[in-house]
């Protein structure tokens, strides 16, 4: 009944949920959120949609230049919306500190989104040990910045943490398996976590979505014809759309251990044919 949206729910136990009970929506106004990844492409796109639904939001990242200046353009005059701090994901001391920004500048953390990923075409392939880096950054950070989230969301009563996957995870990407594992990973970690809800008040959703005009798409595709090959059969998802996404998996409070696939179910099964 929720599900006007152009996605579906992967998990059963939100469908059942859904159909016999009212949804509640947690408001963003006044909440406090770490988006790792987020000076370009979704994380970005999310930082902007959050200040403008009143949430205040810690931006993790490496670039610092587009970092500074997303802090910048989400900042008024009288009123700090936003903070960039220089994080890579993959050292677990800045992942801490932008949790100790967050309860230092603004008084907590209610929502996390693990979001800072790489892909790198033929990271296997190769026979370098480029692939660690893939699942440095894009599984194990994801884990370390879920455990702090817990730790650090235990002491104000809850809260919500929504990771990134990807379509690769159940379409194999073949020029970067291991983007596909770490991506596969993310999901069941995340799915493993849903009786936090009743432990804890922590909700861990994560959104899984099809190819999206950002940077990364745009570097995969100058490096490999096979990508650009794909990118042009089934077409690109509107970021706008996985940024509703997003905010479904932060404000459904039935959402737990659930999975939010773009786009919709139909033209997943056309590219699972092919
Ligand atoms: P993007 O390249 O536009 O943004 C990724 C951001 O992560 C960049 O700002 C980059 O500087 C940052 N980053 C990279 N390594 C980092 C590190 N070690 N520490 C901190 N930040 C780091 O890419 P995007 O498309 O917005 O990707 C965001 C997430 O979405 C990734 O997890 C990606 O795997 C996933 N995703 C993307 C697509 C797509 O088609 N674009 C589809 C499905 C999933």
Redesign the pocket.
């Known amino acids: 009944m929720v599900i006007e949206f152009l996605f579906f729910y992967q998990h059963s136990k939100s469908q059942k949920k859904n159909s016999t009970c009212s949804t509640k929506i947690m408001q963003i106004k006044d909440k406090v959120a770490i988006v790792?990844?987020?000076?370009?492409?979704?994380?970005?796109?999310l930082a902007r949609r959050l200040v403008r639904e009143g949430a205040r939001v810690i931006i993790?990242?490496?670039?610092k230049k587009?970092?500074q200046n997303l802090e910048t353009e989400l900042n008024q005059i009288n009123k700090i919306n936003a903070k960039f701090v220089f994080?890579?994901?993959?050292?677990f001391e800045?992942l801490r500190q932008l949790f100790e920004t967050a309860q230092n500048t603004f008084g907590g953390v209610d929502i996390l989104c693990n979001?800072?990923?790489?892909?790198q075409p033929n990271e296997f392939y190769d026979q370098t040990d480029r692939w660690k880096k893939t699942i440095?950054?894009?599984l194990n950070?994801v884990i370390k910045g879920t455990q702090l989230g817990i730790q650090f969301m235990k002491k104000h009563g809850g809260g919500v943490i929504v990771n990134?996957?990807?379509?690769?995870a159940f379409y194999p990407l073949t020029i970067a398996p291991i983007?596909s594992a770490t991506?596969r990973a993310v999901i069941g970690f995340t799915q493993s976590l849903r009786d936090l809800n009743d432990t804890d008040k922590i909700r861990v959703n994560v959104?899984?979505?099809?190819?999206?005009?950002?940077?990364?798409?745009r570097?995969m595709m100058a490096k490999s014809e096979l990508f650009e090959q794909m990118i042009k059969k089934f077409g690109?998802?509107p970021i706008d759309e996985?940024i509703n996404a997003f905010i479904m998996a932060i404000q459904d409070d039935k959402l737990a251990g659930d999975t939010i696939m773009l786009p919709k179910a139909n033209r997943l099964k056309i590219m699972q044919k092919s």
């Open positions: 790792t990844g987020g000076a370009n492409g979704f994380g970005a796109a993790g990242d490496i670039d587009s970092g994080c890579d994901v993959t050292n800045h979001n800072a990923g790489i892909a440095d950054i894009n950070s990134t996957a990807s379509m690769s983007y991506k959104v899984s979505p099809a190819f999206v005009d950002t940077n990364l798409t570097e690109l998802v996985v």
